[in-house]
């Protein structure tokens, strides 16, 4: 049993390793099919697997690129969400706050709107100068 855990844990270091050529693979191939039915999907699943790995710096860039190449598809609203749950993870709550905002703001009827507006009621107890 041990002698599997360690081949697994050695699989998952050499994942890792190359995550970031895997998803900079799969965001090219999304940009030479940008006009494909599935283009949107595929691109949040790169932003999620960077948020997954903690690279929060790619991950908002590639859900923000989601935003701007595909603003009626239905996964724009998921890519804001995202975007607010990277803020609130890194417990930069006044961005997080700001990102919810926009999040209802700009997709009023999605189904999350009653979790961002539960989320901007807690934030409304903090004072401004915290984070």
Same mark, same amino acid.
């Given at each position: 049993?041990?002698?599997?855990?360690?081949?697994?844990?050695?699989?998952?270091?050499?994942?890792?390793?190359?995550?970031?050529?895997?998803?900079?693979?799969?965001?090219?191939?999304?940009?030479?099919?940008?006009?494909?039915?599935? =283009?949107? %999907?595929? $691109?949040?699943? /790169?932003?999620?697997? @960077?948020?997954?790995?903690? #690279? *929060?710096?790619? +991950?908002?860039?590639?859900?923000?690129?989601?935003?701007?190449?595909?603003?009626?598809?239905?996964? =724009?609203? %998921?890519? $804001?969400?995202? /975007?607010?749950?990277? @803020?609130?993870?890194?417990? #930069? *709550?006044?961005? +997080?706050?700001?990102?919810?905002?926009?999040?209802?703001?700009?997709?009023?009827?999605?189904?999350?709107?009653? %979790?961002?507006?539960?989320?901007?009621?807690?934030?409304?107890?903090?004072?401004? #100068?915290?984070?």
């Amino acid at each position: 049993m041990l002698r599997k855990l360690f081949y697994l844990a050695i699989i998952i270091a050499i994942c890792f390793s190359f995550y970031r050529q895997i998803l900079v693979k799969a965001q090219e191939y999304v940009d030479q099919h940008a006009q494909e039915e599935w =283009a949107p %999907k595929i $691109q949040l699943y /790169i932003g999620k697997v @960077y948020s997954f790995a903690r #690279d *929060y710096v790619q +991950a908002e860039k590639t859900f923000q690129m989601l935003r701007k190449k595909y603003p009626k598809s239905k996964y =724009a609203s %998921k890519a $804001q969400w995202m /975007i607010a749950s990277i @803020y609130e993870t890194k417990e #930069d *709550y006044l961005r +997080a706050k700001a990102e919810y905002e926009k999040f209802i703001k700009d997709y009023p009827t999605d189904e999350y709107v009653r %979790k961002a507006d539960d989320k901007l009621r807690i934030y409304s107890l903090f004072k401004e #100068d915290q984070k």
